[in-house]
Each structure stands twice: as C-alpha cells, then as structure tokens.
C-alpha cells in the first residue's frame, strides 16, 4: 500500500469517525433542519458521483460510482422528503 492509498483511507476512516461523533451529538429537533439545510451538499456529491461512474478509469470504478450516485440519489431524495414533511407541520389548517 503506497502514502497515497494510505493517506487516503486515513482521511476516509477520520472522516467517517468525525461524522459519526458529530450527528449522534446533534439533538433530536435539529435533525430535520440540518438536513434540508445539507441537500446542497448532498447534490454536490451526486453530481461527483456522476463524475466517478462515467469517467470509464474500470469496471470497480463504474460499479463503485454507481453505488454511489443511487446512494447519494436515496439521500437527496430523503432529505427533499423529510423537509417537505417538515414544512407541512408548520402550515396553518384551513377552516371550512
């Protein structure tokens, strides 16, 4: 394993333990804004993920891309889902 491949995992792995420590702290209300407000993030890495499967670099790199674009997909769709269900709460009932 070169520096590259190894720098690289220490930085997936550090990111992902970050990650982790940080939503488990984040308080259950907050959820829902934190996501709407990450959608944009989330996009972003979809359109990377785009980038990744149809850069032709492999059958692993492809297949790995796609894991990724129906990953990110799923969560740009939930986040979409979870801040529309977020915003119904908040609007007034009409009276008949």
Avoid: W
Wanted: charged share 10%.
């Amino acid at each position: 394993m070169g520096l590259t491949a190894f720098l690289q995992l220490y930085v997936f792995l550090l990111a992902g333990f970050l990650g982790y420590q940080i939503i488990t702290r984040v308080p259950a209300l907050l959820h829902t804004p934190l996501m709407s407000a990450t959608n944009a993030i989330s996009g972003i890495s979809l359109v990377g993920s785009l980038v990744a499967a149809g850069a032709e670099r492999g059958a692993l790199s492809t297949l790995l891309g796609l894991v990724a674009v129906i990953s990110a997909t799923i969560n740009v769709v939930g986040g979409f889902m979870i801040t529309d269900r977020m915003l119904k709460m908040f609007k007034r009932q009409e009276k008949k």
